[in-house]
């Protein structure tokens, strides 16, 4: 089992649809990190975060630490939102370095 | 303005050649990593360097080396590439723990 979970793998979406996508972790964290990669490969990092939500822009991600659970939402979706999500973690005992889930692929359709 | 380069972005080789990928920040950053990306699992850490010849392993270090003589280059080297490291490459930098990452734009390495 993996110790970053990631859910659902695929999803299909009409634009101007709200997103949940959601990420479960097995392991003490002391960050959570969500990233975007794009189709072309090129990957960007989204939000950090160790507790509450964050906002930018059409993005939220919420974390409940408690629960070992994160969720990215994405409002009035578009096609341009098109791409990988990734969760990672980074673990309370593993320094600098991050476990990655495997990834969320979106499709946003016009 | 990328801060991260990769080099180079695609190469194909052969079985039993060496080959070597370069990662070059220009933001001083103290950690650099090495991740390899293939269909069915997460990025996974191949080695990691935390200062100027200071790496360590990371889980799926077997057939890599790496190398940090400066602080902006970060070279993983594959001593004798196998059909089984066909993957995509991709660096990362991170100023320090707990800070963001900043990822490069990746390398596609086949072997054939």
């Known amino acids: 089992k993996n110790e970053v979970e990631q859910s659902p793998q695929n999803l299909t979406a009409q634009e101007g649809e709200f997103i949940t996508i959601n990420c479960s972790y097995s392991?003490?964290?002391?960050?959570l990190h969500w990233l975007q990669q794009h189709p072309g490969g090129g990957i960007v990092s989204l939000f950090m975060l160790s507790s509450g939500k964050k906002k930018h822009g059409r993005l939220i991600a919420t974390i409940n630490i408690q629960e070992k659970h994160s969720s990215l939402h994405i409002t009035a979706s578009h096609p341009r939102d098109s791409a990988v999500y990734i969760c990672?973690?980074?673990?309370?005992?593993?320094?600098?370095?991050?476990?990655f889930g495997e990834g969320t692929q979106l499709t946003v359709n016009p | 303005d990328a801060g991260i380069t990769q080099s180079p972005r695609h190469k194909v080789t052969e079985t039993g050649t060496p080959v070597t990928l370069r990662c070059h920040q220009t933001?001083?950053?103290?950690?650099m990593y090495w991740y390899r990306q293939d269909p069915g699992h997460g990025l996974r850490l191949i080695h990691y360097s935390y200062g100027v010849k200071d790496t360590d392993k990371g889980e799926v270090s077997d057939g890599y080396s790496v190398s940090r003589s400066k602080t902006e280059d970060f070279l993983l080297t594959l001593e004798s590439a196998t059909s089984s490291q066909t993957s995509v490459y991709f660096c990362?930098?991170?100023?320090?723990?707990?800070?963001?990452?900043?990822f490069g734009s990746g390398t596609r390495l086949t072997v054939v």
């Open positions: 933001e001083n950053h103290r950690y």
């Open positions: 392991v003490g964290i002391s960050a």
């Open positions: 990362a930098i991170s100023a320090a723990q707990g800070y963001g990452y900043t």
């Open positions: 990672a973690v980074k673990e309370e005992t593993s320094g600098s370095r991050l476990t």
